[in-house]
């Protein structure tokens, strides 16, 4: 390169190229120039970037992985325009009945022009541009605040940085679905099976587990990918048609969908919807229907909105994919609460491009309400979930249906079922089908999280006979580890490592981990920051238990049953003197703008879900209670309030309406 040639210039000049050429490979799929000549390109940007650190830009193609941020939480943050959702519709009647309520919007022999794309099954995110650059990124939440994810969609290779457009726009609002290709997504799964960690259920998860990571460098290795639908504000542009809108987005180096299509008549809309139900699965990435929406935007702004969705579009979803095959076995699995759950093995059929030959049963009920048994063929479906159901005998090939098993297929006890139950248990505590669940949940990560355990290596350890209780786990040597298969020095220091890191997980999560019967995360935080410290949860009384928030009697028997075993209590003493922490660490939240401020909520809100307002009230210090008393500083109403309403009237406590709160919650932010 000329050295005379300004370096401010130089580094612009690289940025120009590399950002055509991101464009060409990523939203394009059509690279000009090799990966090395490309590699070549980025490296000359890094090297004079880090020369001259004092030129360096946000919207810098290098910039994409930012050092180490690593947040906690996402920062909440408020649409500027709500980001709205869409009314669903099953069947081309649904279509045809949408299009006559929005004919009476136009003159009788005016035509309306539609626009037709797939609905990709992702995630919604907004992404804001000031001055062309981008700045911040958000999910779409409850449609009025979401999350702040900019350093996350960064990542994402196919998002421009800066905008390839020579005029620039003070404000710029694009908004998308964020989604994971098939083949990104099996490998994606395959990868973690080998990490053994658990897999996604379907690119969906896969790509909203992605875009959620606290660390942007893991969403990084994620090979996620965005594609644009609509847009919240632009200004200083006149845009008229969505397909217009489409063309800009093109123009300005946006990704944009290949199959859409603008139809002149509700006909063509009915054909377009066929053809890409027949086709769904050519596509590169799964959708789970179509969206048609009115072309004109002076159309649209006539026929407008409910206050949750457009009434110019509606959201077409396409039936679920079924097959026939044969059901070849049925196998009993045991969890870890003892509950029997069959599984069903299928003859290998191929449903939309997928290899199926397992499906789930739910339980015994299931199989006698569908009269299948083993030999008969069966169809089953997928409705976004990777594993598909069967849901009804197509031939029936036997007699009858399977029946419960009356001895546990593992330690062969007799089995147990209360009356007006669906589920099978079986009730040994010793049972070693129970015990290896037992210890793969204790093991994970949501729970004492020792990275590089899973399935695998507890049937290993199982077999090695190192493993009779919880408390064995943090008896292991790094000798005994590396007796496992494929096991060398460093995996082995890693695993003994992640055991020793595990002993500090705060109280919430050993709880959760110990599998007490009907305890999830949410019931062992609650239980943790109410005790905090196990001793003073064991000696808990019925009665201490009781009086504790949203623990019910069935989680309180259940908690007594688990502590009035000796064996346990055992095991939980070599815990603690195996040094795992048995405390929960107390958050100071006395500074935080709700602190000490005791909120109900009653009725049902419109715009916000009550998890989100709970949430929104814990996440400024405040406490979210169930019942109306002296204590209470704030009743928040929504519609059809309760008796808490009457009783907040008369103790005289503030009443919110649900603006009223969000109000306040927002000057709090
Ligand atoms: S239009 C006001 N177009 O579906 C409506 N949405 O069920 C703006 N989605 O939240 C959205 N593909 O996340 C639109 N081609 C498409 C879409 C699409 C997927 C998602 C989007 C939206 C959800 C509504």
Same mark, same amino acid.
């Given at each position: 390169?000329?050295?005379?040639?300004?370096?401010?210039?130089?580094?612009?000049?690289?940025?120009?190229?590399?950002? &055509?050429?991101?464009?060409?490979?990523?939203?394009?799929?059509?690279?000009?120039?090799?990966?090395?000549?490309?590699?070549?390109? $980025?490296?000359?940007?890094?090297?004079?970037?880090?020369?001259?650190?004092?030129?360096?830009?946000?919207?810098?193609?290098?910039?994409?992985?930012?050092?180490?941020?690593?947040?906690?939480?996402?920062?909440?943050?408020?649409?500027?325009?709500?980001?709205?959702?869409?009314?669903?519709?099953?069947?081309?009647?649904?279509?045809?009945?949408?299009?006559?309520?929005?004919?009476?919007?136009?003159?009788?022999?005016?035509?309306?022009?539609?626009?037709?794309?797939?609905?990709?099954?992702?995630?919604?995110?907004?992404?804001?541009?000031? +001055?062309?650059?981008?700045?911040?990124?958000? !999910?779409?939440?409850?449609?009025?605040?979401?999350? %702040?994810?900019?350093?996350?969609?960064?990542?994402?290779?196919?998002?421009?940085?800066?905008?390839?457009?020579?005029?620039?726009?003070?404000?710029?609002?694009?908004?998308?679905?964020?989604?994971?290709?098939?083949?990104?997504?099996?490998?994606?799964?395959?990868?973690?099976?080998?990490?053994?960690?658990?897999?996604?259920?379907?690119?969906? +998860?896969?790509?909203?587990?992605?875009?959620?990571?606290?660390?942007?460098?893991?969403?990084?290795?994620?090979?996620?990918?965005?594609?644009?639908?609509?847009?919240?504000?632009?200004?200083?542009?006149?845009?008229?048609? &969505?397909?217009?809108? /489409?063309?800009?987005?093109?123009?300005?180096? $946006?990704?944009?969908?290949?199959?859409?299509?603008?139809?002149?008549?509700?006909?063509?809309?009915?054909? $377009?919807?066929?053809?890409?139900?027949?086709?769904?699965?050519?596509?590169?990435?799964?959708?789970?229907?179509?969206?048609?929406?009115?072309?004109?935007?002076?159309?649209?702004?006539?026929?407008?909105?409910?206050?949750?969705?457009?009434?110019?579009? =509606?959201?077409?979803?396409?039936?679920?994919?079924?097959?026939?095959?044969?059901?070849?076995?049925?196998?009993?699995?045991?969890?870890?609460?003892? =509950?029997?759950?069959?599984?069903?093995?299928?003859?290998? =059929?191929?449903?939309?491009?997928?290899?199926?030959? +397992?499906? !789930?049963? &739910?339980?015994?009920?299931?199989?006698?309400?569908?009269?299948?048994?083993?030999?008969?063929?069966?169809?089953?479906?997928?409705?976004?979930?990777?594993?598909?159901?069967?849901?009804?005998?197509?031939?029936?090939?036997?007699?009858?249906?399977?029946?419960?098993?009356?001895?546990?297929?593992?330690?062969?006890?007799?089995?147990?079922?209360?009356? %007006?139950?669906?589920?099978?248990?079986?009730?040994?505590?010793?049972?070693?089908?129970?015990?290896?669940?037992?210890?793969?949940? $204790?093991?994970?990560?949501?729970?004492?999280?020792?990275?590089?355990?899973?399935?695998?290596?507890?049937?290993?350890?199982?077999?090695?006979?190192?493993?009779?209780?919880?408390?064995?786990?943090?008896?292991?040597? /790094?000798?005994?580890?590396?007796?496992?298969?494929?096991?060398?020095?460093?995996?082995? +220091?890693?695993?003994?490592?992640?055991?020793?890191?595990?002993?500090?997980?705060?109280? @919430?999560?050993?709880?959760?981990?110990?599998?007490?019967? &009907?305890?999830?995360?949410?019931?062992?935080?609650?239980?943790?920051?109410?005790?905090?410290?196990?001793? @003073?949860?064991?000696?808990?009384?019925?009665?201490?238990?009781?009086?504790?928030?949203?623990?019910?009697?069935?989680?309180?028997?259940?908690?007594? %049953?688990?502590?009035?075993?000796?064996?346990?209590?055992?095991?939980?003493?070599?815990?603690?003197?195996?040094?795992?922490?048995?405390?929960?660490?107390?958050?100071?939240?006395?500074?935080?703008?709700?602190? @000490?401020?005791? /909120?109900?909520?009653?009725?049902?809100?419109? !715009?916000?879900?009550?998890?989100?307002?709970?949430?929104?009230?814990?996440?400024?210090?405040?406490?979210?209670?169930?019942?109306?008393?002296?204590?209470?500083?704030?009743?928040?109403?929504?519609?059809?309030?309760?008796?808490?309403?009457?009783?907040?009237?008369?103790?005289?406590?503030?009443?919110?309406?649900?603006?009223?709160?969000?109000?306040? =919650?927002?000057?709090?932010?």
């Amino acid at each position: 390169m000329n050295n005379e040639y300004p370096i401010e210039k130089q580094i612009e000049d690289l940025r120009q190229q590399i950002r &055509h050429h991101d464009y060409q490979y990523y939203c394009l799929d059509n690279p000009e120039i090799s990966d090395f000549e490309y590699d070549k390109l $980025f490296k000359q940007l890094q090297k004079l970037e880090e020369e001259n650190p004092l030129f360096i830009t946000q919207d810098s193609p290098t910039q994409r992985v930012s050092g180490s941020v690593v947040s906690s939480t996402f920062k909440q943050v408020k649409h500027n325009t709500p980001m709205l959702s869409l009314d669903n519709s099953y069947s081309m009647e649904d279509v045809l009945a949408w299009n006559e309520r929005i004919k009476k919007f136009v003159d009788n022999n005016e035509t309306i022009e539609f626009i037709v794309e797939p609905k990709i099954d992702g995630l919604s995110a907004s992404l804001t541009y000031i +001055n062309n650059s981008f700045v911040s990124g958000a !999910t779409r939440g409850d449609g009025n605040y979401g999350e %702040d994810i900019t350093e996350n969609l960064k990542t994402i290779k196919n998002i421009p940085l800066k905008l390839l457009y020579d005029r620039q726009l003070v404000l710029c609002e694009i908004r998308g679905e964020v989604y994971i290709n098939k083949k990104d997504f099996q490998q994606l799964n395959e990868n973690l099976v080998d990490l053994e960690q658990p897999k996604f259920a379907n690119p969906r +998860n896969a790509a909203a587990g992605s875009l959620r990571q606290k660390n942007p460098q893991i969403t990084a290795q994620r090979k996620l990918s965005f594609l644009v639908h609509s847009f919240g504000q632009i200004s200083g542009q006149e845009i008229n048609k &969505h397909s217009d809108f /489409f063309d800009f987005c093109s123009k300005i180096g $946006f990704p944009i969908q290949k199959d859409i299509k603008v139809c002149k008549n509700i006909k063509e809309v009915i054909n $377009f919807l066929k053809y890409l139900q027949e086709n769904r699965d050519n596509l590169p990435y799964e959708i789970d229907g179509a969206v048609v929406k009115v072309n004109s935007y002076k159309l649209q702004k006539i026929i407008g909105y409910t206050n949750k969705s457009p009434k110019w579009a =509606v959201a077409y979803k396409f039936p679920a994919r079924q097959a026939t095959t044969k059901l070849l076995s049925i196998e009993l699995q045991v969890g870890r609460t003892g =509950v029997i759950t069959p599984k069903a093995t299928l003859a290998p =059929v191929s449903l939309s491009g997928v290899t199926i030959s +397992n499906a !789930t049963l &739910h339980n015994f009920d299931e199989i006698e309400r569908l009269n299948v048994n083993i030999g008969d063929d069966v169809v089953i479906e997928r409705a976004g979930e990777v594993i598909p159901k069967i849901i009804k005998v197509a031939t029936k090939n036997s007699n009858g249906y399977f029946l419960p098993p009356l001895h546990c297929p593992s330690c062969n006890s007799k089995i147990f079922k209360e009356e %007006d139950d669906v589920y099978y248990n079986c009730v040994n505590p010793s049972c070693p089908a129970q015990f290896r669940r037992k210890l793969i949940h $204790f093991v994970s990560r949501d729970a004492m999280n020792i990275d590089g355990s899973g399935e695998a290596v507890v049937d290993q350890l199982l077999k090695l006979n190192k493993l009779h209780t919880f408390a064995d786990i943090y008896k292991l040597t /790094f000798d005994d580890v590396m007796l496992l298969e494929l096991f060398k020095e460093k995996k082995a +220091n890693n695993l003994i490592q992640a055991i020793t890191e595990s002993k500090k997980q705060p109280l @919430n999560k050993l709880i959760f981990a110990l599998g007490i019967r &009907h305890i999830g995360e949410k019931s062992a935080q609650i239980l943790a920051d109410k005790f905090s410290n196990i001793d @003073n949860f064991i000696l808990a009384t019925k009665e201490d238990l009781l009086s504790v928030n949203e623990i019910g009697p069935v989680l309180v028997q259940s908690i007594l %049953d688990f502590f009035a075993n000796k064996e346990t209590l055992n095991m939980i003493e070599e815990l603690k003197n195996s040094g795992v922490n048995t405390v929960e660490p107390q958050k100071n939240t006395s500074f935080l703008p709700l602190a @000490n401020k005791t /909120f109900v909520l009653t009725g049902e809100l419109s !715009t916000l879900t009550r998890k989100d307002a709970q949430n929104l009230i814990l996440s400024l210090g405040g406490k979210a209670t169930s019942s109306v008393s002296k204590k209470t500083d704030y009743v928040v109403v929504g519609e059809n309030p309760g008796s808490k309403y009457d009783k907040a009237v008369s103790l005289g406590i503030t009443i919110l309406t649900e603006e009223e709160f969000k109000k306040l =919650v927002n000057k709090q932010l």
